[in-house]
RNA sequence: GGUCGGUUGGCCGAGUGGUUAGGCAACGGUCUGCAAAACCGUGUACGGCGGUUCGAGUCCGCCAUCGACCUCCA
């Protein structure tokens, strides 16, 4: 197996070859969505830089079992105490039933995530049904005395945590800092250090969604599913976890406390942190109000799109960029993305029209190594990209009668190409994206067949005629050297 | 305040101690019934000031500036 793969550990803060726990198996864990509002522009980071990953390894002969989790309870609106559950607060103010919310926003998240082309993780567990599981955990961490109870509540001892361990060793935090700097909030005092944090929480009366459990009538602390779940189907040490920077403090740190007392081992080997999507040069979330729907950039129904943008696009978009920089949002960039997105695309497509040559003017051995190297690179999706440009100039400059490849190299050069433009980067041409069909297909090409006739008549008023009413119709018309290419706007 | 990370040509974005990133936009040319597309060519970017070096956007120091996290956040 093609094992040069090298990503960057958050762990240890650099670029390490990635080496499996068990070999030619990679466990992945990715947090997901937390269902009580449609996701924006910042959740298509993770989604997509993870699909890659996804997509890779597959790729690299890896059997890969990647679990992304639905959150759907325990997300508390403030720090542990007077918070009210998010998707608890949605129901109540929208009169539905909780797991009515959580099923809408499911169902929107799924829906997007397929107009993106992202691939279904392999297992998508969802926090409410591992309610057992997570107290388990809490029972664990409660025997070995790393977590005390309060009013009903459990919370992870942190000082205790920390004497024998480090907690700040992904995140960089030192615990004396923690001291001045955490939040202080109002209902800290069941807490020993402002900084513990909760492993289970006794509901109020308004409260709608609760457990019963030896501690009282409750629900779950927000890091706990990540630890349960990833545990019940990935082990309890594994290969790689994965998620936002934002989660690196507090979410993953508690994380790796809550799994190393509770299993007594590392969580993951590696971790990986996708960058956030800035807007004005910040970060695009909740907290700001400054974030754009999928939805929205879908139907360019917001006041800060000048247009609707393709999924293809958005995709395209965040892929030129490296993962693990800030990616800055604007009109123009996703212009850009989209222009460039069309040209790699309409050359991709032209390779079924290639013929073979009697020699080839390409390199694509050499050609298709680089484009491995650069995903082998920490994924550099950029770099690999303008590999791609270069064969878009090839294929261009093929079809132009310039030059050639001989029927073998042809034919790996476009195995090659479906390979990291559709397998790997998960591009698809927006023709099949907007479902245009068999028929529409062969409705057009009749109707350009046509206008190629009068073409060759020189009838311009019909040659033009059929142009500009297609056109006007969304069908964008061009003439090649010796026939027609159309597309839809 | 603490911790961490940016600052690259008109825009977006890679990378590297010495040789072209790439895309978009712009300009010039070729092709073309027109248009579109395509192809070819052009632009002497690397926040500032010092230092190390034969040579630094690339390493070091200082300064400026922006941001992320420290509270829910992808």
Same mark, same amino acid.
């Given at each position: 197996?093609?094992?040069?793969?090298?990503?960057?550990?958050?762990?240890?803060?650099?670029?390490?070859?990635?080496?499996?726990?068990?070999?030619?198996?990679?466990?992945?864990?990715?947090?997901?969505?937390?269902?009580?509002?449609?996701?924006?522009?910042?959740?298509?980071?993770?989604?997509?830089?993870?699909? $890659?990953?996804?997509?890779?390894?597959?790729?690299? *002969?890896?059997?890969?079992?990647?679990?992304?989790?639905?959150? &759907?309870?325990?997300?508390?609106?403030?720090?542990?105490?007077?918070?009210?559950?998010?998707?608890?607060?949605?129901?109540?103010?929208?009169?539905?039933?909780?797991?009515?919310?959580?099923?809408?926003?499911?169902?929107?998240?799924?829906?997007?995530?397929?107009?993106?082309?992202?691939?279904?993780?392999?297992?998508?567990?969802?926090?409410?049904?591992?309610?057992?599981?997570?107290?388990?955990?809490?029972?664990?961490?409660?025997?070995?005395?790393?977590?005390?109870? %309060?009013?009903?509540?459990?919370?992870? &001892?942190?000082?205790?945590?920390?004497?024998?361990?480090?907690?700040?060793?992904?995140?960089?935090?030192?615990?004396?800092?923690?001291?001045?700097?955490?939040?202080?909030?109002? *209902?800290?005092?069941?807490?020993?250090?402002?900084?513990?944090?909760?492993?289970?929480?006794?509901?109020?009366?308004?409260?709608?969604?609760?457990?019963?459990?030896?501690?009282?009538?409750?629900?779950?602390?927000?890091?706990?599913?990540?630890?349960?779940?990833?545990?019940?189907?990935?082990?309890?040490?594994?290969?790689?976890?994965?998620?936002?920077?934002?989660?690196?403090?507090?979410?993953?740190?508690?994380?790796?406390?809550?799994?190393?007392?509770?299993?007594?081992?590392?969580?993951?080997?590696?971790?990986?942190?996708?960058?956030?999507?800035?807007?004005?040069?910040?970060?695009?979330?909740?907290?700001?109000?400054?974030?754009?729907?999928?939805?929205?950039?879908?139907?360019?129904?917001?006041?800060?799109?000048?247009?609707?943008?393709?999924?293809?696009?958005?995709?395209?978009?965040?892929?030129?960029?490296?993962?693990? %920089?800030?990616?800055?949002?604007?009109?123009?960039?996703?212009?850009?993305?989209?222009? *460039?997105?069309?040209?790699?695309?309409?050359?991709?497509?032209?390779?079924?029209?290639?013929?073979?040559?009697?020699?080839?003017?390409?390199?694509?051995?050499?050609?298709?190594?680089?484009?491995?190297?650069?995903?082998?690179?920490?994924?550099?999706?950029?770099?690999?990209?303008?590999?791609?440009?270069?064969?878009?100039?090839?294929?261009? %400059?093929?079809?132009?009668?310039?030059?050639?490849?001989?029927?073998?190299? $042809?034919?790996?050069?476009?195995?090659?190409?479906?390979?990291?433009?559709?397998?790997?980067?998960?591009?698809?041409? %927006?023709?099949?994206?907007?479902?245009?069909?068999?028929?529409?297909?062969?409705?057009?090409?009749?109707?350009?067949?046509?206008?190629?006739?009068?073409?060759?008549?020189?009838?311009?008023?019909?040659? &033009?005629?059929?142009?500009?009413?297609?056109?006007?119709?969304?069908?964008?018309?061009?003439?090649?050297?010796? *026939?027609?290419?159309?597309?839809?706007?």
């Amino acid at each position: 197996m093609d094992n040069k793969l090298f990503i960057y550990n958050t762990l240890t803060r650099t670029k390490e070859q990635f080496k499996p726990i068990h070999e030619g198996h990679l466990g992945l864990y990715v947090c997901g969505p937390t269902v009580y509002g449609d996701a924006h522009l910042g959740h298509t980071r993770p989604a997509i830089t993870f699909d $890659l990953l996804f997509r890779y390894t597959r790729h690299l *002969g890896y059997k890969v079992r990647y679990v992304r989790n639905i959150t &759907d309870v325990g997300h508390l609106e403030n720090d542990a105490d007077e918070g009210e559950d998010k998707i608890g607060k949605k129901a109540r103010l929208e009169k539905l039933e909780p797991m009515e919310v959580v099923q809408y926003y499911t169902d929107r998240y799924h829906a997007h995530m397929d107009a993106l082309n992202v691939l279904k993780p392999s297992i998508e567990p969802r926090a409410s049904g591992h309610i057992i599981e997570q107290l388990q955990i809490v029972d664990k961490i409660m025997d070995k005395g790393y977590a005390y109870e %309060s009013n009903g509540s459990v919370y992870f &001892d942190v000082e205790k945590y920390n004497q024998q361990h480090n907690y700040g060793q992904l995140s960089g935090r030192v615990l004396d800092e923690l001291y001045s700097t955490t939040r202080s909030l109002d *209902g800290q005092g069941e807490k020993r250090n402002s900084f513990d944090f909760a492993l289970w929480k006794k509901a109020s009366p308004e409260h709608i969604m609760r457990w019963p459990s030896k501690y009282s009538e409750g629900f779950p602390g927000w890091h706990l599913e990540c630890s349960a779940m990833s545990a019940k189907y990935l082990g309890e040490t594994f290969d790689i976890h994965g998620g936002g920077m934002d989660l690196m403090f507090p979410h993953h740190e508690c994380e790796i406390a809550q799994s190393t007392i509770a299993h007594g081992h590392v969580l993951a080997n590696y971790w990986m942190h996708n960058n956030m999507i800035t807007i004005n040069g910040q970060k695009m979330g909740k907290s700001l109000g400054n974030f754009i729907t999928l939805e929205e950039f879908f139907s360019g129904n917001h006041k800060l799109l000048t247009q609707a943008y393709d999924p293809m696009t958005i995709r395209f978009f965040i892929l030129q960029a490296h993962y693990r %920089s800030t990616l800055d949002f604007s009109n123009e960039a996703l212009q850009a993305a989209q222009k *460039g997105l069309q040209r790699l695309m309409e050359a991709y497509a032209r390779l079924d029209k290639l013929t073979a040559g009697e020699k080839s003017d390409f390199n694509i051995t050499e050609w298709q190594e680089k484009c491995h190297e650069a995903l082998n690179d920490d994924l550099n999706s950029p770099i690999l990209i303008s590999h791609l440009f270069e064969a878009v100039k090839w294929i261009n %400059s093929m079809v132009a009668g310039q030059a050639t490849l001989t029927a073998d190299d $042809l034919k790996l050069f476009t195995q090659y190409m479906h390979l990291f433009v559709e397998e790997i980067l998960g591009l698809k041409n %927006s023709i099949d994206a907007k479902g245009g069909g068999e028929v529409l297909k062969n409705v057009i090409d009749l109707l350009l067949t046509l206008r190629m006739e009068a073409k060759a008549r020189k009838d311009w008023a019909t040659t &033009d005629k059929i142009r500009n009413e297609l056109q006007a119709m969304g069908v964008l018309v061009k003439d090649t050297k010796d *026939g027609f290419e159309w597309e839809l706007k």
